[in-house]
Each structure stands twice: as structure tokens, then as C-alpha cells.
């Protein structure tokens, strides 16, 4: 059974970091771009970043460029969210997603599997 399993969230101050990991098992996704998505309360889900399947590759959404860090290690089958500078309108729901179909990263219809969320919650 394929899983992916989001950790690291939490609650924050303003301006403070935090690193979120998305660790996949049943299968591995070291050939295929992985992603991260938020949706906060009332909101649809948007995309946060994506990366391709060896790292050299990253995008992402205008509102993080400059404070969020994608990366991933082929090796343990992961991926990781680095955020800093954190702002109150970053608190969702944060989902990794992965498999990849096309390049466009950003659509959430674009991924085969995603994890169940994990909360980030900054306050001002």
C-alpha cells in the first residue's frame, strides 16, 4: 500500500521557521516530481512548490519564493518543506503530493497520490 506521511507542522510565531518532511512508502517516487500543497480554512488547495525527480529542478508559488526551501533525498524516499519567515497567511493544511503525470506541477489534478496534511498554524 502506497502512503505518504506529512510530519513537522506545528504552531509558530511570525517570522519563525519550520521544516516539514513527507516520507513515502509502498513504493518509490525517486523517478517522478513530488509537490506541496496548502489549503487553508474556506479556501481552495494551492500549490506551494514542486520539485523534479532528481532535485535540480524547483518551483514555486510567487507568495513563498524567497522564504520556502523545497528539496528531497531520492535515498530515503523523501521530501522536505523548509519555511521561514513565516507569515500568518501561511497557516493551512500543508499536503505533499507525488507521481507526477505532466509538468505542470502546479495543478493538484497532476498528482497520483497525496498524504493526509499536516497543520501549520502561525501567530501573529
Known amino acids: 500500500q502506497v502512503q505518504l506521511v506529512e510530519s513537522g507542522g506545528g504552531l509558530v510565531q511570525t517570522g519563525g521557521s519550520l521544516r516539514l518532511s513527507c516520507a513515502a512508502s509502498g513504493r518509490t517516487f525517486s523517478s517522478s516530481a513530488m509537490g506541496w500543497f496548502r489549503q487553508a480554512p474556506g479556501k481552495e488547495r494551492e500549490f506551494v512548490a514542486a520539485?523534479?525527480?532528481?532535485?535540480?529542478?524547483?518551483y514555486y508559488a510567487d507568495s513563498v519564493k524567497g522564504r520556502f526551501t523545497i528539496s528531497r533525498d531520492n535515498a530515503k524516499n523523501t521530501m522536505y518543506l523548509q519555511m521561514d519567515s513565516l507569515k500568518p497567511t501561511d497557516t493551512a493544511v500543508y499536503y505533499c503530493?507525488?507521481?507526477?503525470?505532466?509538468?505542470?506541477?502546479?495543478?493538484?489534478?497532476?498528482?497520483?497520490?497525496w498524504g493526509q496534511g499536516t497543520q501549520v498554524t502561525v501567530s501573529s
Open positions: 520539485i523534479n525527480w532528481s532535485g535540480g529542478n524547483t
Open positions: 503530493a507525488a507521481e507526477s503525470r505532466s509538468g505542470y506541477y502546479s495543478r493538484t489534478g497532476n498528482y497520483g497520490y
